[in-house]
């Protein structure tokens, strides 16, 4: 079979591994991305979920051209209320303490992934092989070669943006942690009587938390569910005829009574972080090399973020004439991006854990640290920093 050179390898054609190749052809670098799926299934979009796209975010797809066409579609957060269960006392973040504008952004996956796809279909600097199945990687004299039913591709560098169960990953033999959460995540829509007037709802169960999120409509009455359950729970709560009344113990008419909901998807949780994001000639960008809990609807703009900065060292190698696989420039990215992952996989992984003690004497510890929390005004703006994807970690 015929081996063809390519200037770069981008396995996956998720938002991230997208991202990546339309960010380097506003350089002008050439990329490759091979996608197991077809164009046909690309096409059709059958995610359901929203995402909580974060002012940093907004940031790095304004500069690949397409946030105008996003924000059309984006509903801003202004507000976002955290408590303990039903709880009405806890954190209230409002945008106007950061003067920084919305607190981010709810967009529906099926839109963000349509946007991007167009945008990457549009250059010709981009090249998406769909429908590869893998079959061997072999690496020599600096460069790796896949091999696989559409011909064999050769490249000085991989990148792996291929998703949580990440082959890539598995091949290059980078360790990492796991952990199965035992919980599973239930997405649905739901069309509620009042407005939610931009406001975001989180509410910690010792099951899991459930997120309320406002989306974008005429008169803001749709919000996207993202309900956390037990693994214990599931039968209970999907096997139920009155699903909707199971779901309002923990909603509580919010935002009034539920007039609508969808038919709810189901995604188990467990994290994958790895230790070390790159190997010889292959590095990870996205849930490649970290998928984290959703409980903060982080996982994107991480994801994101990696595949901006590994762009910029990529851009900088060009820059100095070295390859993109040069030991330094993996290097740079890697000690750019530690300080980050690590942090919001610890945040997850720990709030996790936090919520789901339900001792009477730890709840009243967490409600006492939650009061504290609110009370403070340093704390909650560098919680919003860093939730809002603006804290510069690169050092
Ligand atoms: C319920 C839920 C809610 C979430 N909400 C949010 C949120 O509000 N905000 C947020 O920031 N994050 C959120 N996340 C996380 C977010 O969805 C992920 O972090 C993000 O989609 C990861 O994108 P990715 O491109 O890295 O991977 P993926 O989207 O998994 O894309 C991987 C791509 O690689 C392809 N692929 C896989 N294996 C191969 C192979 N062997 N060969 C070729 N191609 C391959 C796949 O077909 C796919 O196209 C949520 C996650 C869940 C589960």
């Not at 981008?10 to 670098?29: E, F, H, N, P, R």
Request: charged share 25%; glycine share 6%; with cysteine.
């Amino acid at each position: 079979m015929n081996t063809f050179n390519q200037n770069l390898i981008i396995v996956g054609s998720g938002l991230v591994g997208m991202t990546m190749a339309l960010k380097l052809s506003k350089q002008k670098i050439q990329s490759t991305i091979l996608e197991k799926n077809s164009l046909q299934i690309l096409n059709k979009i059958s995610d359901k979920r929203t995402s909580a796209i974060s002012q940093g975010s907004s940031r790095i797809l304004e500069e690949i051209g397409i946030w105008e066409k996003i924000k059309k579609y984006a509903q801003p957060i202004n507000e976002i209320v955290v408590t303990e269960g039903l709880d009405e006392n806890g954190i209230n973040f409002n945008s106007k303490i950061m003067n920084e504008g919305p607190l981010g952004y709810i967009v529906e996956n099926s839109i963000l992934k349509k946007i991007v796809l167009n945008e990457l279909k549009k250059s010709n600097l981009i090249k998406l092989i769909d429908n590869t199945k893998i079959k061997k990687i072999s690496h020599q004299s600096g460069f790796i070669t896949i091999y696989s039913n559409k011909g064999n591709f050769r490249s000085s560098l991989l990148i792996g943006a291929d998703g949580r169960f990440s082959d890539i990953r598995r091949h290059a033999n980078l360790k990492y942690f796991f952990k199965d959460y035992d919980q599973f995540a239930l997405v649905f829509t739901i069309k509620h009587k009042k407005p939610h007037n931009e406001i975001a709802l989180e509410r910690f169960f010792p099951s899991g938390p459930l997120a309320i999120l406002p989306m974008k409509s005429s008169k803001m009455r749709y919000s996207s569910v993202v309900w956390t359950i037990d693994k214990s729970e599931k039968d209970k709560v999907l096997k139920n005829k009155d699903f909707k009344s199971l779901f309002n113990n923990k909603y509580n008419n919010f935002f009034g009574e539920i007039e609508n909901f969808t038919k709810p998807k189901m995604y188990s949780l467990n994290i994958f972080s790895c230790h070390e994001y790159f190997k010889k000639n292959i590095v990870l960008i996205g849930d490649a090399c970290q998928a984290i809990h959703p409980i903060a609807g982080q996982g994107l703009n991480l994801g994101l973020r990696d595949a901006a900065s590994l762009a910029d060292s990529m851009i900088e190698s060009k820059r100095l004439g070295l390859e993109y696989s040069d030991p330094t420039i993996l290097s740079d990215y890697s000690q750019k991006r530690t300080i980050d992952k690590n942090l919001l996989v610890q945040a997850t992984h720990r709030l996790n854990n936090f919520f789901s003690n339900d001792s009477l004497l730890f709840s009243k510890f967490r409600n006492l640290g939650l009061k504290i929390f609110n009370k403070s005004l340093f704390l909650k703006k560098q919680s919003m920093l860093f939730a809002m994807g603006l804290r510069n970690f690169n050092f």
